[in-house]
């Protein structure tokens, strides 16, 4: 059998670096394929260390909103305005990033775990420098259209794209074959009914840069205990309050460190600029809502094709699955008005029969 024929990231890796065994990859990674090599004949200058080429997965389900046309081109508009960030370098018209050497934040500090302060202070001083970049302050292309933007402050209009985003992109753009599994766990239009009923109400914030994915395998530690902040794809414009929902909801601080790391990023946001954090008492809890249901629909789509993807499915893959969605549905019971929550017998008969009707075709263990 002849082997695949190489794939377009890697193939502009090895242009770029000269030489094929000095290429690794692919890293692991949901949204692109990445490579990772040094460039040929500069060991000390502006060209040294080791630099990424990616292009974005072939039929890639995206869950989130993006704002941005390019993340390269973002990350040289914020070259100086935000540190700790990659440099991005053009060889033969081609974008690349200087890859971080050093380990995530994760490896060390896992999901549930506190974070060390000194850490902490770092996350902080990311929030400080994003606040003070404002919509009218960046040149980066964006991708939405101008009618499609939410004027500086409204946040309830920027949730409602969110929310919109969620209910047309990943709810309704998936029916064709996950309609069934969805209704068997009792989501449907109503659910985004209750969602907004619950979500809206917010009070207006002034907006800023957003990184929307601020979790522990995107902050990367070096040698030094510098933190690195990569994966800036989901960045965005709009509210500040935003992007702290989105990094309590992805980091699973402790309970009681969630709440010191909520008031130090109020007493952060407010030194840079006034109003930034109001009403955020209330309205952390609505955003937090919206992350959580958001959670349920991509976590039902990624669970359905993560069991797809196994070389057979049974009870032994089915179960953990099974818990898994439960805890999320059980998060999300009050926004999207599940009452009473699917119970994980319910859930793993619907996973499996979905398994049975759009699953890929092979030796299933299907009682």
């Known amino acids: ?124 001083d990311l929030f400080r420098q994003m606040v003070a970049v404002r919509p009218d302050a960046l040149s980066a292309e964006r991708r939405c259209e101008p009618d499609d933007r939410p004027e500086d402050g409204d946040t309830d209009a920027f949730l409602e794209r969110l929310v919109l985003f969620t209910e047309q992109r990943v709810y309704q753009a998936n029916l064709e074959r996950f309609a069934g599994l969805f209704e068997d766990l009792w989501l449907s239009e109503e659910s985004f009914r209750h969602l907004r009923k619950n979500v809206f109400g917010l009070k207006e914030r002034p907006f800023c840069l957003l990184h929307a994915d601020l979790h522990r395998e995107n902050f990367i530690v070096d040698a030094e205990d510098r933190l690195w902040t990569i994966d800036w794809e989901l960045a965005m414009l709009g509210d500040p309050l935003y992007d702290l929902a989105t990094h309590l909801h992805l980091m699973r601080y402790p309970a009681r460190h969630e709440r010191a790391v909520a008031q130090r990023w109020r007493e952060t946001v407010e030194g840079v600029r006034a109003g930034t954090s109001n009403g955020w008492e209330q309205d952390l809890g609505r955003l937090l809502d919206y992350k959580k249901a958001q959670s349920v629909f991509t976590d039902v789509i990624r669970t359905a094709l993560e069991l797809d993807a196994g070389p057979e499915v049974g009870w032994r893959q089915i179960a953990p699955a099974a818990f898994k969605l439960r805890r999320a549905l059980a998060d999300a019971a009050l926004p999207l008005g599940l009452d009473p929550v699917p119970g994980t017998r319910r859930i793993v008969t619907a996973l499996l029969r979905w398994c049975r009707e759009y699953g890929t075709p092979r030796g299933e263990v299907l009682p």
């Open 1 to 124: 059998m002849s082997p695949e024929p190489a794939s377009l990231a890697r193939l502009h890796a090895v242009e770029a670096s000269g030489d094929e065994s000095a290429v690794e990859g692919p890293l692991h990674g949901y949204h692109h394929e990445t490579y990772v090599f040094p460039l040929p004949g500069d060991t000390a200058g502006e060209r040294s260390g080791r630099w990424k080429c990616r292009e974005p997965r072939a039929d890639l389900l995206w869950f989130d909103r993006r704002c941005f046309a390019s993340e390269e081109q973002l990350l040289k508009a914020l070259s100086g305005r935000i540190l700790g960030i990659p440099d991005i370098i053009e060889v033969s018209g081609l974008g690349l990033q200087r890859f971080i050497e050093g380990c995530t934040l994760g490896c060390f500090h896992k999901s549930g775990t506190p974070v060390p302060d000194m850490f902490v202070r770092q996350i902080m």
